[in-house]
T-cell receptor
Framework: DAGVIQSPRHEVTEMGQEVTLRCKPI?????LFWYRQTMMRGLELLIY????????DSGMPEDRFSAKMPNASFSTLKIQPSEPRDSAVYFC????????????FGEGSWLTVV | AQSVAQPEDQVKVAEGNPLTVKCTYS??????LFWYVQYPNRGLQFLLK??????LVKGSYGFEAEFNKSQTSFHLKKPSALVSDSALYFC????????????FGKGNQVVVIP
């Protein structure tokens, strides 16, 4: 079975450029999460969706970050404009809504902003 | 608010020896507890979870974890560690009332010495 699919796997971009990260959740899953991982801050939840609706975006760092889920099989995380401090690994994860259900992670998008 | 503590930064163990990675949690209500493993340059992989029932939970790769309600702990164990178990291990907790959020600990780096 296909897991959570993220693209690109690696991206190097210049400060000020727009970055778009993409995610395809596991088929049948109706909750989707975006996490960011850095050495300093560990794993941070940025935003999550239930049934394509953003439920909690309190972890989104600032207005430069935005996330959308136009349908059940696709989500994007956009950073505009990007800054060097945005360099991190961004993970998308999905599950069937319900606290006892396992959340499954993608392989991550490794972003470097120079 | 729900939270998880992983008190040790690094756990070193010789190959063949027992491995224990510690986790304590704080929640309101009954916890759902999870362990994930992250190998270098990879996403988080689900190992095991406790929802209800038997306090000893068995998971992937020979790992198990014991839920202890009185000590609010969920330590991960493996009877005989392998060099290939060297990775970053995350404990996480959700609750029925947790609004679907999965709260992660900071992670423990496990180093298995040949």
């Amino acid at each position: 079975d296909a897991g959570v699919i993220q693209s690109p796997r690696h991206e190097v971009t210049e400060m000020g450029q727009e970055v778009t990260l993409r995610c395809k959740p596991i088929s049948g899953h109706n909750s989707l999460f975006w996490y960011r991982q850095t050495m300093m801050r560990g794993l941070e939840l940025l935003i999550y969706f239930n049934n394509n609706v953003p439920i909690d975006d309190s972890g989104m760092p600032e207005d430069r970050f935005s996330a959308k889920m136009p349908n059940a099989s696709f989500s994007t995380l956009k950073i505009q404009p990007s800054e060097p401090r945005d360099s991190a690994v961004y993970f998308c994860a999905s599950t069937i809504a319900g606290s006892a259900n396992t959340i499954y992670f993608g392989e991550g998008s490794w972003l470097t902003v120079v | 608010a729900q939270s998880v503590a992983q008190p040790e930064d690094q756990v070193k163990v010789a190959e063949g020896n027992p491995l224990t990675v510690k986790c304590t949690y704080s929640v309101s209500g009954n916890p759902y507890l999870f362990w994930y493993v992250q190998y270098p340059n990879r996403g988080l992989q689900f190992l095991l979870k406790y929802i209800t029932g038997d306090n000893l939970v068995k998971g992937s790769y020979g790992f198990e974890a014991e839920f202890n309600k009185s000590q609010t702990s969920f330590h991960l164990k493996k009877p005989s560690a392998l060099v290939s178990d060297s990775a970053l291990y995350f404990c996480a907790v959700r609750t029925y009332y947790g609004n679907n959020r999965l709260a992660f600990g900071k992670g423990n780096q496990v180093v298995v010495i040949p």
